[in-house]
């Protein structure tokens, strides 16, 4: 297989791109394209055994500013598939950091958290995962709470928990209802124990959150009035980082913001200038305490 001669030839035998052309008589772009494939599909890996980040100074930096336990960043690049990677990669590195063995881990609705699952490392630390609000309807991109507790599960040897419910429910009395239902009760109580908890943070622009989106303009507005500059597990806040409480939340069949306050090592994984306004809040008022994020936004946050 020429795709894995090029690469021995070049990382376990150290020729150079033109050498292996002479070798095999190819041309020198053709290695170059032959050991990009082979970085892509994994036929090899490139471990690099270096403890400092990347951006460490700014980590330093955002952790002292915001009185946050450990901040993660990753490299900001034009190419938005690159990026999401690297975010997914580091966010990974930075759950895989802070799980220990039988851990409970309480996951928020995400796609941010989805593609952590992805990048997740196999390791048998026997951890339990626990959904803290139900699931939304329709197309959510990878990101339903049952289909993420698995995804980790399955990478660390572990045990995943189904919360049987809606997300947003018809009404407040609908919602209480399935609050009072034995199996979500028991689901959520877990939760309410559990030592991490991993969640995106969304903004309030349109189209923001796989909450937000579901809602109606009236709803988004009535929102916004009642002054949410964000979202942590489909659980609004103001500037303050404070609940907003009213007809929406009382629909929300979850945690509520101070349950999941109280849960000891918050890690919150956001990025982008949209999440600014929802970032500086949940930083600020302690909402998580171990952040995620990319280098444009760090910097955007350092600055103020």
Do not use: C
């Amino acid at each position: 297989m020429l795709l894995g001669r090029v690469a021995r030839m070049y990382y376990e035998h150290g020729l150079t791109h033109q050498e292996i052309a002479d070798t095999l008589g190819v041309s020198r772009i053709r290695v170059t394209r032959l050991l990009a494939e082979a970085r892509e599909t994994g036929v090899v890996e490139i471990i690099v055994h270096v403890e400092e980040s990347l951006f460490a100074d700014d980590e330093r930096d955002l952790a002292a500013a915001f009185g946050l336990r450990q901040v993660w960043i990753s490299p900001s690049v034009a190419d938005e598939q690159k990026a999401a990677r690297a975010f997914a990669s580091v966010g990974a590195e930075a759950l895989a950091a802070k799980l220990e063995p039988d851990a409970i881990v309480a996951l928020g609705l995400s796609t941010a958290v989805a593609l952590v699952a992805e990048e997740f490392p196999e390791q048998p630390l026997a951890a339990s995962f626990v959904p803290v609000a139900g699931s939304v309807s329709g197309l959510v991109n990878g990101a339903n709470p049952h289909e993420l507790a698995l995804a980790f599960a399955r990478r660390t040897n572990g045990r995943a928990f189904h919360l049987p419910a809606p997300l947003l429910a018809a009404s407040p009395e609908a919602a209480a209802a399935s609050l009072a239902d034995p199996g979500v009760r028991e689901v959520l109580e877990l939760a309410a124990r559990a030592d991490t908890l991993v969640a995106g943070i969304g903004g309030t622009a349109r189209g923001q959150g796989l909450l937000l989106s579901s809602l109606g303009d009236a709803e988004r507005e009535r929102l916004l009035a009642d002054g949410a500059v964000g979202d942590l597990a489909g659980r609004f806040f103001d500037a303050d980082g404070e609940a907003v409480h009213g007809a929406l939340d009382a629909r929300v069949v979850g945690l509520g913001l101070d349950e999941l306050r109280a849960i000891p090592n918050r890690l919150g994984i956001a990025r982008g200038e949209t999440k600014l306004a929802a970032l500086r809040t949940a930083l600020s008022s302690g909402l998580v305490n171990l952040l995620v994020t990319d280098s444009d936004t760090a910097r955007a946050l350092l600055a103020g």
